[in-house]
């Protein structure tokens, strides 16, 4: 029994995450806490970002993802920035390598504190995505919400950011739709064998748009990096954006760039909320003493 771990609830422009420290032991958190930790209103999060020991050559450490359903998740743009302010702050460092189910992924802390982060390459392929049906053009897919004749939401964009996106173009506010009641259909529809993150975009502005998203595995959110990355890829591949894209999020504000090496890079804000412990078997939790509400 290795005892609690310690753990940070901090969230990156709104987006909930919890950094759990399990560097030095061999146990991971289990579905189990995270399901636990996810239905307190306390330490309720979107992303838990399990920090382990490096497990690869060149690497600071090994980052695995948990969803609030208890799910894994293959990336987490806002999450990933949230782990390079608390080692920032822990060892003094700027500049991070880490390791994911999804590759290796390179991070730094800017003198103003935005963090940004090198999400890789995207990927268009269907059966990269995945789809569960051969769509030969992935910047525009088969599938809608609502009335065959008038749809509400149709002919999503859909790429892999290392996990599954879907990007809805609108015209209307983006708060005009009722993605609460979408999300969770288009989540889990045939056409995603792995689920999707599902997000409806809307071009505001040259090389702007607003975006909302449901999360795979944790469903409406303030902000998701990875969905940011996928939606900006997205509208530069359509002709819509260049490839230097301001996005705006419920939470805030984040930066998307494109750039030449095909490498996405996602710019923004991360903000410590408390700290404490946490069994990671059970997720039972303790806040630290004198850890601001
Ligand atoms: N919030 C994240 C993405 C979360 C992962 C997602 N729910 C999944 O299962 O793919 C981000 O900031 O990228």
Request: with cysteine.
């Amino acid at each position: 029994m290795a005892g609690p771990a310690p753990f940070a609830k901090m969230n990156g422009i709104g987006n909930e995450i919890i950094v759990a420290d399990m560097r030095g032991r061999a146990d991971r958190v289990s579905p189990r806490a995270a399901l636990t930790l996810a239905a307190d209103a306390a330490t309720h999060f979107d992303q838990i970002m399990a920090i382990h020991d490096a497990r690869t050559p060149g690497t600071d450490n090994f980052i695995e993802i948990l969803n609030a359903d208890g799910s894994s998740a293959q990336a987490c743009g806002n999450g990933t920035r949230c782990v390079v302010q608390a080692l920032a702050a822990e060892t003094g460092k700027g500049i991070f390598t880490f390791e994911t189910v999804a590759g290796i992924l390179n991070a730094r802390q800017h003198e103003d504190g935005l963090i940004s982060v090198d999400m890789g390459k995207p990927r268009f392929g269907w059966q990269e995505i995945p789809l569960a049906e051969e769509f030969r053009d992935t910047r525009m897919i088969e599938l809608q919400v609502g009335p065959i004749d008038a749809p509400v939401l149709h002919s999503p964009s859909a790429v892999s950011m290392g996990n599954p996106h879907a990007i809805f173009w609108v015209d209307r506010d983006v708060w005009s739709y009722e993605l609460d009641r979408f999300g969770p259909l288009l989540e889990n529809h045939p056409l995603f064998p792995e689920r999707a993150n599902i997000t409806i975009a809307q071009v505001t502005g040259p090389d702007h748009l607003t975006i909302r998203t449901w999360e795979r595995g944790a469903g409406l959110t303030r902000a998701c990096g990875s969905a940011a990355c996928a939606a900006a890829v997205a509208a530069a591949r359509t002709r819509r954006t260049g490839c230097s894209v301001a996005l705006t999020a419920p939470g805030g504000p984040l930066h998307v760039e494109w750039r030449d090496d095909d490498h996405v890079v996602l710019t923004g804000a991360a903000e410590w909320e408390f700290s404490g412990t946490f069994d990671p078997a059970t997720g039972a939790w303790q806040r630290d003493a004198g850890s601001a509400a």
